[in-house]
Antibody, heavy 120, light 107 residues
Framework: QVQLQESGPGLVKPSQTLSLTCTVS??????????WSWIRQHPGKGLEWIGY???????YYNPSLKSRVTISVDTSKNQFSLKLSSVTAADTAVYYC????????????WGQGTLVTVSS | DIQMTQSPSTLSASVGDRVTITCRAS??????LAWYQQKPGKAPKLLIY???SLESGVPSRFSGSGSGTEFTLTISSLQPDDFATYYC?????????FGPGTKVDIK
């Protein structure tokens, strides 16, 4: 059974960089075939897809965030990470990591989510 | 970006009711649509993919239909565990986008 777990600071100051890691267990990122995404949900709001990474390192980002987002993968640790720079209060959200079985597929496994608050 | 809309935004129903939620896309997405269920404080759970395929382990009272721009999620007989918020999501083209959600609450 695949499990995903987000980790990282719950509080980030404005203008700083938000950094989160998703640790995957029960399956290997490097085995390929899956696309690993970050998705966020503003408090009481809907869901916003941030971007994905493949084990090879290829990425695709939501154009609305592209200038501030970097997603990377560390296959040796079976982890992938999100960096979001120059954050503001508008980036306060629950951040989820998720897996899709192909490049164009629904998200079949999700992490539990982690709340990141941007505040001084 | 493809815009997703859902109706209604809130639905009040009773246990045993047949419930239908509609999702519309701003342009054709073929059948590349998923439905998720989310409960407070939890991650979304995949129910339906490719518009009408039931995810493994999901009760058969959930079903999906539609193609192109109009889709529906039906719960044939609402159970206590089904009170939640439901989201549709298109994965036909980037960026993937979600609907605003439909909250199903107790009548």
């Amino acid at each position: 059974q695949v499990q995903l777990q987000e980790s990282g600071p719950g509080l980030v100051k404005p203008s700083q960089t938000l950094s989160l890691t998703c640790t995957v267990s029960g399956g290997s990122i490097s085995s390929g075939g899956y696309y690993w995404s970050w998705i966020r949900q503003h408090p009481g709001k809907g869901l916003e897809w941030i971007g994905y990474i493949y084990y090879s390192g290829s990425t695709y980002y939501n154009p609305s965030l592209k200038s501030r987002v970097t997603i990377s993968v560390d296959t040796s640790k079976n982890q992938f990470s999100l960096k979001l720079s120059s954050v503001t209060a508008a980036d306060t959200a629950v951040y989820y990591c998720a897996r899709a079985p192909t490049i164009e597929a629904a998200f079949d496994y999700w992490g539990q989510g982690t709340l990141v608050t941007v505040s001084s | 970006d493809i815009q997703m809309t859902q109706s209604p935004s809130t639905l009040s129903a009773s246990v045993g009711d047949r419930v239908t939620i509609t999702c519309r896309a701003s342009q054709s997405i073929s059948s590349w649509l998923a439905w998720y269920q989310q409960k407070p404080g939890k991650a979304p759970k995949l129910l339906i993919y490719k518009a009408s395929s039931l995810e493994s382990g999901v009760p058969s009272r959930f079903s999906g239909s539609g193609s192109g721009t109009e889709f529906t999620l039906t719960i044939s007989s609402l159970q206590p565990d089904d009170f939640a918020t439901y989201y549709c999501q298109q994965y036909n083209s980037y960026p993937f986008t979600f609907g605003p959600g439909t909250k199903v609450d107790i009548k």
